[in-house]
């Protein structure tokens, strides 16, 4: 069966909602790991709480984004882990090549128009807001060493009721992605076969 980490900065809520997905059997995958950047996060209690193992990995102990990327995945490679999925994640990434393909992250905003360096949380709601736009949404991608870029692997619209506030539409938001991520994670793992990939096997 496909092993699968979560990465996290925060509340963990995206990560809680993928592992009950998995252990339910909505998602054919085994929840082995969690990482999180921050050791005051709330998800690092709340994942462990539910029986998960969390490690935490601060980017102030490490020299570079490469050193830092690479320990995190040197736990997943330790663990067997095969696909890695970003969960409210909040720092960089540099994704090597034996790992492309394999990390999915949610957007909580359409992507390319409100994505980027600094766009996350209610940063992102304030700007669809400030664009006028008629629709948000919650996006699920394949990343790579862009912020918020690459392949698009589902996306769950959210209408912009008049007098929104970020607030608002972040809640509205944020309920399309408990049932998008799940769903865009079960259609990745049927679609690709991960089984035995040498290069997560170290």
Sequence with gaps: ???????????GGNALNLLSAC???AVPAEPVLAISSSASAAGVERLRAAGLEVVVVERKAFAS?????????LHCERRGVDVVCLCGFLKKLFIPDRWMGRILNIHP?????????????????EAVLAAGALTS???VHLADNEYDHGEILA????????????????KRVY????SLYPAALR???????????ASCKN
Excluded: W
């Design 109 to 125: 905003g359409p992507l390319p128009q409100f994505g980027g360096a600094g766009m996350y949380g209610h940063f992102v709601h």
């Design 137 to 139: 949404g919650a996006t």
């Design 23 to 25: 252990r339910e059997g």
């Design 187 to 197: 259609d990745y793992i049927v679609n690709h076969s991960h089984k035995g990939n």
């Design 1 to 11: 069966m496909t092993r699968v980490a979560f990465f996290i900065s925060g509340t």
């Design 175 to 178: 309920e399309a992605e408990m």
């Design 65 to 73: 984004d490469e050193s830092y990327s690479d320990e995190c995945f």
């Design 155 to 170: 996306f769950k619209p959210v209408p912009v009721l008049k007098n929104d506030t970020p607030e608002a539409l972040q």
